[in-house]
């Protein structure tokens, strides 16, 4: 059974970095049409973050991170890879990795989620 795994997370201060990464198991991540990564903070609601397709490596991102989150896909790991810069204390939240098989279809896979909490 295919599984995401995200890893990378951590505590971090205020205009900080961290590099989240998502890998998969038991069906590469590369046959996979979309790669994105979400996050919930507390009381909150998922929020779309970032994505990649795998083949062109086409992104696109959420407005808040615009400028200062930057994804990209690692072909020899077969990872999808979350560089995190200039962290505010509102990014702080459970950030998780899905996957999308078809184009035009649903993110049908999810990893468990990675904790990012940025203090001030």
């Known amino acids: 059974q295919a599984q995401l795994v995200e890893s990378g997370g951590g505590l971090v201060q205020t205009g900080g970095s961290l590099r989240l990464s998502c890998a998969a198991s038991?069906?590469?991540?590369?046959?996979?049409?979309?790669v994105g990564w979400f996050r919930q903070a507390p009381r909150q609601e998922r929020e779309f973050v970032a994505q990649?397709?795998?083949?062109?490596?086409?992104?696109s991102y959420a407005g808040s991170v615009q400028g200062r989150f930057t994804i990209s896909r690692d072909n020899a790991k077969n990872t999808v890879n979350l560089q995190m810069n200039s962290l505010k204390p509102e990014d702080t939240a459970v950030y998780s990795c899905?996957?999308?098989?078809?184009?035009?279809?649903?993110?049908?896979?999810w990893g468990q989620g990675t904790q990012v909490t940025v203090s001030s």
């Open positions: 038991g069906r590469a991540l590369s046959s996979y049409y979309m």
């Open positions: 899905a996957a999308q098989t078809l184009f035009g279809g649903q993110y049908d896979i």
């Open positions: 990649i397709t795998w083949r062109s490596g086409w992104t």
